[in-house]
């Protein structure tokens, strides 16, 4: 379903990517009937014979054909309405963590759940709209890793998470959008519709005629020949005669009048064809188009580094380089004269503050769901740009402690990972959010043969904040952590599930941020975890170092001992 | 054998290191394969290096190798230009471009490089020019297929031979000798395309070592400073040498003359997303009071070396 409703695919298309290789393979492939010509990249465009050309025109007013190429034309536009209601239809998800969210995500995508992101991304689509165009668009981004960008009949611009990702500047966003608006614009979707129909049909109309034309052949060469052969040796030399010339008839006519079929790689054609339309797009709004080959170099080492992501596809050096070289041969020939003035005049725009601003959460985000692809090159990557541009985002930090812990071969990789962790906790002090970095931070303790009371603080944490964001449900390893607390001294600490909680307790439990006196912090969540966990004997130990010093409310509940 | 013209082109480089100072200094930018065919990456990989060897025994100019990294495009010349930001000692920055071939006829084909010449210091553009030869299609295409044929045969063997560096196999193949024939014509008119260049300010010292000595001991490493790593993996070739074997966690340790160095290494373990060059070709002067050539590869894949 999804496969078939795409209508392009910029930069992921395995079709697109293998179609300038196999159009150097077979020179005549591309009907351009030069088998000696090299291949340029300028003049990939089909060059259909006259006679081609007005028996295409003829097929196309054929009622059938017509038809044809309606009942295709709408068909596709029905899959490409629905496959866009369902991606739409991802941000009403409420439970995005369960296994029916998974199948329909594996199918259909998801939204990136950021408005502003999405607001942003969304305006600067519609700055390279052209200025009379009659189409109406809406740019959107999905939160998945793998690089790509489509176009579809609705109008509707997706664009991933981990596409942009790749991205160094705004300009190279303004190409890849540009690109995705030309196809609409210049109605790819339709035109491989239409000669998806059409060539076939040339093809077999042409088959046809070649059959009767070596038919006719073979006839007239049979007659001749077993005439002449009749003249010099009677009726066995007619015999012999009209069969060696109907062998050499058939042979000759196959070789006069072989199928000379159309196949076309329409896609590479229109890729280019987007690809130049997409700089005229950048330079109408002042970008640099000189980022446009920068962008596939970007790619195509990333695609060398980690060819799962997809980009294999695009890593196809022989398509890569093309593409690479149709551009810079683009902005070298006459469309230089206009980019060198703007770029005199007045400068042409590579990014803005706000790209960066906004690529920091987009880092985080599509770093994370790449952990869950063990695309860990990728996700370290993204992480760690996301922290160099807001080192104090917690999430960034634990995310990209976990992903350094995941890979860690030595005892400095885990101890960057510790650190990142221990930032975490550090950034989310006040708020508490995050419970995870707590259990990492005593795991690490616990590798380390840390302070015992410490570890154990920092497990009893990481159940109260669990607590606090799962509305009281404890953790699922809850007989494990309690082993943890067991190792390291505590055979007394009790967490009780909220629904046992709520049973004893006549004020709202501490797990619960609502109330009138307010929400809890962070710290006043652990620490009435801890101010009674400790057990006698037992070093009172305070959660980790960064953690300011919890203020416990008075009304906070303690769940030990019961 | 071209590759023998190399070492001899170093000794004259050597013999002449004192008049260097008079000569003008042009940074050769790696050429910039804007041409879409299978065989472009071995011809700008080679012609860069020809054209090194060949300005190598000029009078007029001493030439040295630029590694501006893989988000480098001639169209961009403030990104070379800022990359040579700490090269005071460089006068011009010389540009070259392999155009898409063009077949005046189905039997031959024109290769043609597009040249400019930039001031170092402002980046003005000096000159440009063009130079072509042509080459029979039936050649290029045989020469396609050995390429592959060798590939399939022998990777290693091909990574060296074929794309590592000027070598013989390649020097004698009709598109190598056509590429030769290219850094030679860019060699002859690149006196006569200075576009009224004077150097206005005295010229820098170059770092000139004392050349003859015995040979001592040196080592490479490349690192990623912006990630704070180094590359643990990597290819070098040394005044043509292969001095993989010597890398030991990262470090190569092998010995060498004093003298020019010309340094030729792939990196394997780049961070995500670096967009490195296939091939960094360096040159440098190596002297005995320094040990440890460091480089270090930039986010654009652009690669800076110093002596420690």
Redesign the interface.
Known sequence: MRTSSKLFSTLTLVALGSSIAIAQDKPGAASNGNSQKPVMVSERAPEFSDSDKKKMAEIEQRPEIKDAIQAAWDDKRRQDIDYIYNVNSSAHFTDTMGPDFATFREHYGQLYNNPMLQRYINAIGQRLVPKDSPNIYSFKLLLDPIPKAEAYSTGTILISTGMVSMLDNEAQLAYVLGHEIAHVEKNHAYQLVRMSVLEPALNADKQKENQTKRAVLGAVTTFATGGIGGLAGGWNGAAIGALSGLAGGLIAGNLIFRDHNTVTEWGDIYENEADEASLHYMLDQSYDVREAPRLYARLESAATHDPRIGLGFMAKETRMKARTAHIQTVLSGDFKPQWEARLKAGGLTGSSGEFSLIMAALKRDNGIIAIDYDLFAMARDNLEEAVDLRSNDPRAQLYLGKVISLTARTAEDRQQAEDHFLKAIQYDSARGAYPDPHLEHALHLIGENGDKGEIKNEIEAYVALYQREHMGALPSNMPILYDYLTLVGDTNWYAAPAAVVSTRNVEAIHINSSGASGPLTGPQVISSVLDGAAPSGTPTATPASTTPTPKPRASAKKTSGQ | MRFRALLLGLALAAATASATAQRLSVGIAPA???????F??AVVEHLTLFLYQDLLGSKQFAPSLLNPG??Y?P??TSWLTDYVQDRPDLDLLLVS?L?????PD??S?TISI?LSLLDAHTGDVKSTWTVSQTIK?KSLWLEKGQSVFTTALNNRTSQYGYEMMASPDFAKQPIGKTTAQLADSIRDTLGANLGGFARTSPASSPDVAGTGSEPCLMHTKVTYSY?HSASHSYTLLANGLDQSTTIADGLSTFKIPEGPLLLQFTVND???????QEIYQLSTMHSCKSSTLVIDIGQG?DAHHHWE
């Open positions: 910039y394969d804007a041409g879409g065919d299978d472009g990456p893989g988000v495009t169209l961009d471009t155009k898409p071939v063009t077949a189905k039997n084909w597009e299609s990630k780049t961070p995500y997303k670096l967009s490195k894949g």
